[in-house]
DNA sequence: AAAATATAATATGTAATACATAATACATAA
DNA sequence: TTATGTATTATGTATTACATATTATATTTT
């Protein structure tokens, strides 16, 4: 038995133990008592130092806590005002990590493959919920863009795509595409660097989205969509492969 | 012209001032900082009293800067050690706020959409990445669900529809589809009480859905994927009615 | 000499205290 | 009655000191 293999066996029996901080423990401490006095949004939290008192700890690892709360927005503070529960915003936070530089390459993949997984999915959303004004609203945005595919032009796949988001009226949905399109843009030129593809021959534009939307039903729009996003699709399939 | 009115007139010509306190600066320049030297996942960043001194701010206000970057993992920090740049988790803080409680009932509904929209727009990926021995866990799955429809069995539905983006080879949509299944029960739930509906005569199980996969293609999988949650697509454009 | 053990050095974690600052409520004067 | 000044309060920032865990170095033991 290895010297490596005798820890491991020893570790099995003794299993490590795990050093929660005083700072974890206010943490979790504090989302109890919000679950359990069923504090909801707007509602007042206690003071500080109405913590520091109850928990015993120094206002130091309080705040810490409360620091780490505000972060992912789920309290706020004002200055004599004291804090309160507020509605967090799931997508906080997610604008600093979304950069390509600090995504590991698998994480950018599934990134990448979820833009294209939501453009296929949103059809039935949008389809129960467009009216005639939003035809108009896409084909006033088709007159502004270019008469050649602009496939890779992030301001008119952002407004584009953006625009099918709003109509499927899921305000999370759109800020979150929105957020994904400059990964997308990384993923997809990293991509290009491997193999120069052309576009294929039967290659769909926002024009075609926009007419299968118009006269047609879920599944056109999927079939227009799928196709418009194909060499993406393409694309992921491949450098999945080379990940593996 | 009211006074309100004024206020505003008056704002437009002098523009609120935002005060960016110290601990927010800090964090910018922190982030300035990675991004100018180029720094990647593993690499270290100065001491804490390296930053205070360079910047000449207190620790505190450095320390809830850091803070603020380790809660969304940015950073992780070791004693001795120093902190590190590290492979930030995407979803990590989401199991915080995922909780139906904190949550506005307008973005749990956009939870509860996105949901379904991932099932749905996930087809292409499945059948590109899907294996033969997929098929046979799948069916594993299903010998351990019950004959009847199961259809808010959390367990069943967590572990069947997990397998299918695990077959689609995206580890962030499994775990994120993990995550929202307690809110797609929650909001599902609230949604009963307003009419106790009954399943829809061509209601399709996980079994008939498997069948798609084996012997269909992306098309008749969405199909076999749309009926089986037509019930909750229905529930949701409902709701967003009442939402408005 | 090699391996195990003790010691020192270092960077983060926690505590305590003091003061700064912004927002509110209250008091005062025109 | 309204605008301005003042006090109060809770969070924001600074400073200092010490605790603790990890690494590296030195020492001892075999």
Redesign the pocket.
């Known amino acids: 038995m290895s010297k490596r293999e005798g820890a491991r066996n020893l570790q099995s029996k003794l299993r490590p133990i795990i050093?929660y901080?005083?700072?974890?423990q206010v943490e979790t401490k504090l989302l109890e008592l919000f679950k359990k006095e069923d504090l909801r949004n707007g509602d007042a939290i206690p003071?500080?130092?109405e913590l520091c008192e109850a928990m015993g700890?120094?206002?130091?690892?309080i705040?810490?806590s409360?620091t780490r709360l505000k972060t992912i927005v789920l309290i706020e503070?004002?200055?004599?005002?004291?804090?309160i529960l507020t509605e967090p915003d799931l997508l906080i936070g997610l604008d600093k990590l979304l950069q390509p530089k600090i995504l590991s390459e698998e994480t950018l993949q599934d990134m990448f493959e979820m833009r294209l997984v939501l453009e296929m999915g949103i059809a039935e959303l949008l389809f129960a919920r467009i009216k005639p004004s939003d035809i108009a609203d896409l084909k006033a945005i088709l007159k502004t863009e270019k008469d050649y595919p602009a496939l890779f032009e992030m301001d008119f796949e952002a407004r584009f795509h953006g625009r099918i988001y709003e109509i499927a009226r899921n305000n999370t949905l759109v800020r979150f595409q929105s957020m994904l399109l400059p990964i997308f843009k990384y993923v997809h030129d990293k991509g290009l660097k491997l193999k120069d593809e052309e576009l294929p021959k039967n290659y769909v534009t926002h024009a075609l989205i926009v007419k299968a939307i118009e006269t047609g039903n879920p599944e056109k729009y999927r079939d227009a969509m799928k196709r418009h996003l194909k060499i993406h699709f393409d694309k992921t399939i491949k450098m999945r492969k080379l990940l593996e």
Not at 21 to 24: F, I, M, N, Q, V
């Open positions: 050093n901080s005083l700072t974890d003071k500080e130092n700890v120094s206002r130091t690892v705040r810490e409360l503070s004002k200055k004599n005002k004291g804090m």
